[in-house]
C-alpha cells in the first residue's frame, strides 16, 4: 500500500543514514546535479521511486537547447545565451521568469561542456532543420538520439562515480523542524516499510503534477481528460510538500502538450514531420491551425477536433528525414505510419470528402495565402504517408518558485533554510500557458537547473572552498 505524501514537523529526526545532500529523482536533474556534486567534493544520495532511472527524460526526445557549447562553436554555429534567451521569452510572449531564463541559457552550455569533459556524454548537434522558435542549431543530442539513451548515459557516469543511489524509493514524508529547515526525508519501499534518510539540505529533482488529477483540474483543466503521456512519477510530491511548507508557487498554467501522439500505438511522432512541409488534418478533411507554431499548444488544436484526434499527412521528402530518428523508426515499425497512394486514398483512410481533402493539399502550396497564417517552401506529392494522433499531456512547467540559485522560496520571496527545487519540481522558463513552450524548455530546465543547484549547494555547504 502506498503512504500519503505529506510534510512532517518533528523537533528532533535521527536516521541510520545521514548524508550532506539528498536528492529526490534520478532524471537528467538529479543525476546532473549528483555528477556535479561530486566534482565539487559533496556527498549526496539520490533516491529514486523506480526500479531505475528513468523519470520524464526516459520519455522525452533526449534534445536539450544550449548555446555556446564547444561542439556547437566547432560546427561554427553564431549563437549565444542572450540570443537564446531571446527566443525563450519570445516563445512566451515575455512572461518566462528573468532570472531563470538568464540563469538557464548561461549555465547550459557549461553543463553540457561538463558532462563531456568529465562524464563522456559525446554531443552531437541536430543541424538538419530548425524547430520552432529556435533561430539557431543549437539542439544537442547523443547520437542514439533519445531520452532514454541520455538517462542512462548519466546513469552509467553516476554508477562511475559511486554515487550511492536508492531505488524503489518513493519519497512520502519530508521532515522538518520549527523553522521550515530540512531534518530528512522518509523513503517508502516495496514493502511498505518507511526507511529514513537524514541531509543537511535537500534537492527536489523530482517531478511535476501531471499525472495527478487533483492538481490539473486546480491549474490546467483543460488538460484533464487528454492523454498524459508522460512518466507516473509526476504524482505533485514537490508541490504538495511546497504548499504545505508555505512555499510560493509559480507558473502553474504552464505545461508542455504534444499534439502528435499516435493513436492507438502510443508513441511520440516527432514534430520534424511538420517542421518540414508535413500537416494535421482532421476527420472533415480540413487543416485546423498553424503547425509551424509549435507542438505543445498543438495538443489544444489536435484534441478539439471530431473525436479528440487528427492526421499527420507528409510525403516521402518528409519521411526520409524522419526515419533519422529512431522512436520514429520503432513506430513505423510498429504500423503507426499508413501510405496511401493518392488522394483518395487517403480520403478513404481518413473517412473523409476527398473533394474536401483535394482542397486542402491545394492549400499547401508557396505563394498560397492561408487561413492560419503559415507560409509553405513547397507542395506535397503522392505517394502520402499518415499518422493518426491525438493532443496529450507530457509534463507540467510550473511549480516550486525558485531563485537564481534554485533555492525554493516561502511566501515573502525568501528561501527556505536548506530547500533547492529544479527541473520538474520547480516553475520552468515556459511562461503562464502551454504556448510559452519552447521546444527543449523541460530539459533545459532540468541539466541547467541541477548543475545550479548543485554549485549553490556547494557554496552552501563548503562556503569557504566555494568560487
Known sequence: MTAPTRVVVEPAFTAPVHVPVLVIGAGACGLTAALRLADRGIECVVAERDER???STSLSSGFIPAAGTQVQR?????DSPERFAQDIQHKAHGTAAPHLVKAYTEAIAPALDFLADHHGLQWE???????????????????????????????????????PLLTQARASELVVDKAQRV??????RPDGSLEAVACDALLLACN???????????FVPEMVAATFAGHPGNDG???????????RLADLRAYQGHGSWAVPHAVLITWALMVEGGVQINARGERFHDESQGYSEAALHVVAQPGGQAWNVFDDQVLALAQGFPDFVQAQQA???????DVGALAALIGCDPSTLQATLDGVAPDTAD???RGFRRTLQAPFHAVRVTGALFHTQGGLDVDAQCRVLDAAGQPLPNLWAAGGAARGVSGHDVSGYLSGNGLLSAVAGGFIAADSLARHLQPETAP
Request: contains cysteine; proline residues 5%; glycine residues 16%.
Open 53 to 55: 532511472p528513468a523519470g
Open 208 to 218: 511535476g503534477y501531471g499525472g495527478a488529477p487533483d492538481l490539473l483540474q486546480r
Open 237 to 247: 510530491t514537490a508541490v504538495r510538500w511546497g504548499e504545505a511548507l508555505g512555499a
Open 74 to 78: 566547432a560546427l561554427g554555429v553564431d
Open 335 to 341: 504500423g503507426a505510419v499508413r501510405t496511401c497512394a
Open 125 to 163: 548537434v541536430l543541424d538538419g532543420f530548425l524547430y520552432p522558435g529556435h533561430t539557431r542549431h543549437r539542439m544537442h543530442t547523443l547520437r542514439e538520439r533519445t531520452g532514454e539513451a541520455l538517462v542512462q548515459a548519466l546513469a552509467q557516469a553516476q554508477e562511475r562515480c559511486e554515487i
Open 371 to 373: 487561413p492560419f497564417g
Open 183 to 188: 531534518l530528512g526525508v522518509r523513503l517508502q
